[in-house]
Nanobody
Framework: QVKVVESGGGLVQPGGSLRLSCTAS????????IGWFRQAPGKEREGVSC?????????TYAESVKGRFTISRDNAKNTAYLGMNNLKPEDTAIYYC???????????????????WGQGTQVTVSS
């Protein structure tokens, strides 16, 4: 049974930093790309970043987070990370980790490209 669990969310002031973790089990972790999505109240779920399987040689980011967020993975720990710097109020959302249906980040912006999801972790950026 596939299980995906996010952690690391919280309340942070504008300009602050957080690191989210995504720990997964029930499948061969290094064989699948991992994506991060977020959903703010009243808005659709949007893709934030994706890292390809194995060594993670392919990495993509949404334009809104480029230069501020960093995705990575540690296959030995079955864990992916999303480092977030210079956070802005508009980054406030529930952040979800998802396991892709592919080894690459093919069509990564679509939630339909991901088959297993975590329950989400709340990130709130406010002074």
């Amino acid at each position: 049974q596939v299980k995906v669990v996010e952690s690391g969310g919280g309340l942070v002031q504008p300009g602050g930093s957080l690191r989210l973790s995504c720990t997964a089990s029930g499948f061969t972790f290094d064989r699948y790309a991992i994506g991060w999505f977020r959903q703010a109240p009243g808005k659709e779920r949007e893709g934030v970043s994706c890292i390809s399987a194995a060594r993670g040689s392919i990495i993509t980011y949404a334009e809104s987070v480029k230069g501020r967020f960093t995705i990575s993975r540690d296959n030995a720990k079955n864990t992916a990370y999303l480092g977030m710097n210079n956070l802005k109020p508009e980054d406030t959302a529930i952040y979800y980790c998802a396991v892709a249906n592919y080894v690459s980040c093919f069509n990564w912006g679509s939630p339909h490209s991901f088959g297993s999801w975590g329950q989400g972790t709340q990130v709130t950026v406010s002074s």
